[in-house]
């Protein structure tokens, strides 16, 4: 059997994608042309390794039963056929992308943007704001890393979780709940403002509330924490935030802080990207800036090994 190669770069975008189009943009081809390509590794295989569900394209359990394996090999070939470059920060140019809601932004970016002007003058940062809605921008190339609570479902997302921030109420120093222990019968009864990028009037507080007996009143919901605090500083409402992470806008407003008084599950720190960055020497030197500044709002705790897509 002739090989040809091509086919596996090919087909491990397929697979990545999950439709002829995007693997054609992936692969700087036509979307005819990607699509023979499908159609000679499908005799190849004896296998439709992708088919049609509506709009979209499923792949079949032998096209994810190949996929990891499809992956290490084009990566193995690009590893041994292109030669190994230093990374030279000082002449490269380069806009990293990074996205994490407000207050991770916030805390992020003062160490951030000064590591990247040290490093050289070709570099940029562009910090986008969380998006109301699940995306595919890591898959697509839109962003280069992505800062958030939860890990990552796509398969080809890789992740390396930095620790964990707890949650506390937040309030004005002249707050009733300023004064004496916060119950949760005190905490229940006091007015909130909720922080959801979606929307939402209930969170996990109320779940645990729910199990207490208690409810609690959400005046409203507001997309950023910066908003919340804003708010919370100027009026009688709560607000529950990530403690550290929120820390520089906690002391801005002069806001006071309690633990909350019942067991909420800490929210853990977490970095995304792409599996096609996973040796990149220039996104790896943006993932170590990123955590170091991170681990020093998360007390230095101990950092997770990066966790590859694959693998």
């Known amino acids: 059997m002739q090989l040809d190669l091509n086919l596996m770069a090919v087909l491990d975008a397929l697979l990545e994608e999950g439709s002829v189009t995007g693997a054609a943009e992936r ?3 036509s979307a005819p042309a990607t699509s023979r390509s499908l159609g000679r590794i499908r005799r190849l295989t004896g296998d439709q390794i992708l088919v049609r569900t509506g709009r979209t394209m499923t792949p079949t359990p032998y096209a994810l039963e190949i996929r990891d394996a499809v992956h290490h090999l084009v990566e193995q070939s690009r590893a041994i056929l292109a030669p190994e ?7 490269l140019r380069r806009t990293f992308t990074v996205r994490g809601n407000d207050a991770l932004t916030t805390a992020v970016a003062p160490r951030l943007l000064a590591a990247v002007r040290q490093a050289g003058p ?7 704001a969380e998006a109301d809605t ?3 921008d890591l898959r697509h190339g839109r962003v280069d890393l992505e800062i958030s ?15 964990e921030d707890r949650l506390v109420v937040a309030f004005r120093p002249g707050h009733p709940c300023a004064d004496g222990p916060l119950t949760a ?29 208690l409810w609690r009143r959400v005046v409203a919901s507001v997309p950023t924490s910066a908003a919340a605090l804003h708010i919370a500083s100027r009026s009688e409402l709560l607000v529950v935030v990530s403690e550290q992470i929120c820390r520089p806008m906690l002391d801005a407003h002069g ?42 709002f998360l007390g230095g705790g101990s950092v997770s090994h990066e966790s590859p897509a694959y693998g």
Request: net charge negative; proline share 7%.
């Open 134 to 136: 699940d995306t595919n």
């Open 185 to 213: 019968e005190r905490f229940a009864a006091a007015e909130h403002v909720l922080v959801s990028r979606r929307g939402r009037t209930e969170d996990p507080v109320d779940t645990v509330l729910d199990g207490l007996g």
């Open 255 to 296: 806001l006071r802080t309690a633990t909350p008084p019942f067991a909420l599950a800490p929210v853990p720190v977490t970095l995304a990207w792409h599996q096609r960055y996973d040796n990149d020497k220039a996104h790896a030197w943006l993932r170590a800036r990123v955590r170091d500044v991170l681990a020093a």
């Open 149 to 163: 609570s939860a890990a990552p479902e796509l398969p080809e997302i890789s992740h390396e979780t930095l620790g």
């Open 85 to 91: 470059r230093t990374l030279d920060l000082g002449t």
């Open 27 to 29: 692969l700087h081809l």
């Open 122 to 128: 070709g570099l940029s940062v562009r910090l986008l």
